[in-house]
């Protein structure tokens, strides 16, 4: 069981995203081990985000449990002809309350720009959706020293229009893209760096309001031996986990961060 953590003001949110890994089969056989082992957690909440085709599987099974389900992406139109896309209506009803938009593989992979992830983040709030925003600067922009200005310039253009009452339902994931699926993590003080300067510039768009609930999850290779030092930093509010979620000893040990 796991420890209160009142210190926090805003509620961890530990979210698993399995990528394009897990055929339903698999996809069920695992969320029924997290299931069997994910308690009755108070003082944090847990989300997975199976591949589309596992939605209303896992969707299933989780329902009246402690663990939320997400989808990884959509298409910010309501229906039409978008061959191969998924709306945010589509989500809803497998039972989805959440979506991860702007993950840096989607940018890179499929080219998504900040305003396109605007439009995204739009279309997940229009449908009651809870949305993951993810930013993240690559090596060579922290070797050149752009971090901070790569990752506030994603922010402010992917939540440009955003109202107060919208941003209720965002949450943003810090993953510097160097340290996603690589092993290598931001030290705990650096994450908290960036936390401070996201919520800083949440604070200048938003207020002080906005900025003190928006939860800041951190992602990139978050696993068992680092999240209790990444958990432990004041501004970082959940972690977004990709390959340690694939697996349910590691996923749990990391749902049941001290
Ligand atoms: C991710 O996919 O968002 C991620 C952080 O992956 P990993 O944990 O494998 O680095």
């Excluded at 009651?128 to 506030?152: D, M, N, Y």
């Excluded at 970082?236 to 694939?246: H, K, N, P, T």
């Amino acid at each position: 069981m796991t420890s209160p953590q009142r210190h926090r003001i805003r509620c961890p949110l530990i979210a698993g995203n399995w990528k394009m890994n897990k055929t339903v089969v698999q996809a069920t056989e695992l969320v029924a081990e997290l299931l069997a082992g994910v308690g009755q957690p108070q003082d944090r909440e847990v989300l997975v985000c199976p591949p589309f085709t596992a939605l209303h599987a896992v969707g299933q099974l989780v329902q009246g449990s402690p663990i939320m389900l997400g989808a990884q992406n959509l298409y910010p139109k309501d229906s039409g002809a978008y061959t191969g896309e998924v709306s945010a209506a589509m989500l809803l009803e497998a039972h989805c309350s959440y979506v991860i938009i702007g993950h840096s593989e989607r940018r890179g992979y499929f080219a998504e720009s900040d305003e396109f992830v605007n439009q995204k983040i739009k279309a997940a709030l229009g449908a009651a959706l809870k949305a993951i925003l993810c930013v993240g600067e690559s090596r060579q922009q922290r070797e050149a020293g752009q971090a901070e200005g790569v990752v506030t310039d994603q922010v402010r253009k992917c939540l440009a229009g955003l109202s107060d009452r919208d941003m209720a339902e965002v949450a943003l994931a810090y993953e510097p893209i160097w340290a996603i699926g690589t092993g290598l993590t931001a030290t705990p003080e650096d994450a908290q760096k960036m936390h401070v300067c996201i919520r800083s510039l949440l604070g200048d768009v938003f207020g002080e309001e906005v900025a003190r609930a928006t939860r800041i999850l951190y992602g990139g290779s978050v696993k068992p031996g680092n999240v209790d030092y990444l958990m432990a930093q004041p501004d970082i509010d959940g972690a977004l986990v990709g390959g340690a979620s694939l697996e349910a000893e590691s996923f749990l040990r990391i749902i049941h961060f001290e």
